[in-house]
């Protein structure tokens, strides 16, 4: 009976040890991709709300430093989607890249997708944005630094694009991916 409990007492140990594992885990050993979903789905909570401090909040701190109407340009995001968001594909795409030196990364980043973002008027449109994870060259990288909007092609309006909140102007081209 002794032997019983004790075995049970340490098969609930376990278990308990199994679970905590997973709330250990840190940001910094997310995959890019998990990275990709976790700030894909962040932005577009923030969209949805329309949300002005929150999309500010993922952005690099170049852009909220180098945007003196950084509010005015999210706004006009907002404004530009067309009735209420009412579904978006879950499963955020991404693909990544960075530069690495000495077996550590020295730049990374993730190019997320978020697709099939229907409105209650009809339209349909898709975000990407570019996101560094690490740039030890440029740390105020560091964010979302580019977000582009497209309204997706319908029978009556071909495909268009807007480049909101962009980053890379003639003096600083070369930091941007």
Same mark, same amino acid.
């Given at each position: 009976?002794?032997?019983?409990?004790?075995?049970?007492?340490?098969?609930?140990?376990?278990?308990?040890?199994?679970?905590?594992?997973?709330?250990?885990?840190?940001?910094?050993?997310?995959?890019?991709?998990?990275? &990709?979903?976790?700030?894909?789905?962040?932005?577009?909570?923030?969209?949805?709300?329309?949300?002005?401090?929150?999309?500010? &909040?993922?952005?690099?701190?170049?852009?909220?430093?180098?945007?003196?109407?950084?509010?005015?340009?999210?706004?006009?995001?907002?404004?530009?989607?067309? /009735?209420?968001?009412?579904?978006?594909?879950?499963?955020?795409? &991404?693909?990544?890249?960075?530069?690495? &030196?000495?077996?550590?990364?020295?730049?990374?980043?993730?190019?997320? /997708?978020?697709?099939?973002?229907?409105?209650?008027?009809?339209?349909?449109?898709?975000?990407?944005?570019?996101?560094?994870?690490?740039?030890?060259?440029?740390?105020?990288?560091?964010?979302?630094?580019?977000?582009?909007?497209?309204?997706?092609?319908?029978?009556?309006?071909?495909?268009? /694009?807007?480049?909101?909140?962009?980053? /890379?102007?003639?003096?600083?081209?070369?930091?941007?991916?």
């Amino acid at each position: 009976m002794k032997t019983r409990m004790i075995t049970w007492g340490l098969l609930i140990c376990l278990i308990c040890l199994s679970f905590s594992g997973c709330v250990w885990k840190r940001d910094h050993s997310l995959t890019p991709n998990q990275i &990709a979903e976790q700030v894909g789905n962040d932005l577009m909570e923030a969209i949805i709300d329309k949300d002005i401090s929150a999309v500010e &909040a993922l952005l690099c701190p170049e852009f909220q430093d180098s945007h003196p109407e950084l509010d005015k340009e999210i706004h006009d995001m907002f404004y530009l989607i067309d /009735g209420d968001i009412v579904s978006y594909d879950e499963s955020i795409y &991404a693909i990544s890249g960075g530069t690495t &030196a000495e077996g550590e990364y020295v730049e990374r980043y993730v190019e997320p /997708g978020i697709r099939n973002i229907r409105t209650s008027t009809g339209k349909t449109y898709s975000i990407y944005f570019v996101y560094y994870i690490v740039n030890n060259e440029h740390p105020k990288l560091l964010g979302i630094c580019n977000i582009h909007m497209v309204l997706e092609e319908d029978d009556e309006n071909p495909t268009l /694009g807007y480049g909101f909140i962009e980053y /890379g102007t003639k003096e600083n081209e070369d930091v941007f991916v």
